[in-house]
């Protein structure tokens, strides 16, 4: 391990005051904010490179980083009200955006930062790989094994073993078990 990361798991360590839990050969590269971190619970062997952004809103907001994760550079998270989840052995790269808020907007003449929230369940499965530049919205919920395309804008369910990408995200590809092989998704 270089240098550079036995600082990072240096500061993982003193981070464990902080947490709600980090676990154990977990590292973190220098982060540019945290809040509400008492209800952030970080797993075993995850990788947070430098300048994440993570911040938990409201009395029950909550976000799960489950063991074997990885993250890229840049990295921006967000929950209020509720649990949102990142399932182990998933792969994110840098600049990505992982959400469980919309704020409305019906009120015309009304700032959009002074109008409710609006919080929706959003889990990422285990074993997923997210590319680089991808915004995942609320209510977003990935199955096992999904492959999210670079700079994707991804909302909505989708099923374990997909290829998606695009803007908004579609299912491009998707695991045949009988067939063992990935297939052409159609609509």
């Known amino acids: 391990m270089s240098l550079i990361k036995y600082i990072w798991a240096l500061r993982a360590i003193i981070y464990k005051l902080r947490f709600k839990s980090i676990g154990n050969f977990s590292y973190i590269g220098k982060p540019t904010f945290l809040l509400g971190t008492k209800k952030i619970n970080i797993g075993d062997k ?3 490179y430098p300048g994440a952004r993570m911040e938990v809103h409201g009395d029950d907001g909550k976000i ?6 990885s993250i890229g550079q840049n990295f921006h998270i ?3 009200d509720m649990n949102l989840v990142i399932g ?12 469980n808020i919309d704020h ?21 499965g285990e074993n997923c790989f997210i590319g680089y530049g991808v915004g995942i919205q609320a209510g977003t919920v990935l199955g ?6 670079a700079n994707a804008v ?6 374990d073993y997909c290829v998606i990408a695009g803007v908004p995200a579609k299912i491009l590809k998707r695991y045949n078990p009988e067939a063992k092989e990935w297939e052409k998704y159609s609509y």
């Open 78 to 80: 967000t929950s209020k």
């Open 104 to 124: 409305d907007y019906m009120e015309i003449g009304k700032h959009i930062m002074e109008q409710k929230y609006i919080i929706k369940e959003t889990i990422i």
């Open 154 to 159: 991804v909302r909505g369910e989708f099923p």
């Open 88 to 99: 182990k052995d998933t792969t994110i790269s840098g600049n990505v955006f992982i959400t």
């Open 144 to 149: 096992k094994q999904c492959i999210v395309g």
């Open 46 to 48: 995850v990788r947070i």
């Open 64 to 69: 799960t980083i489950q063991n074997n994760v």
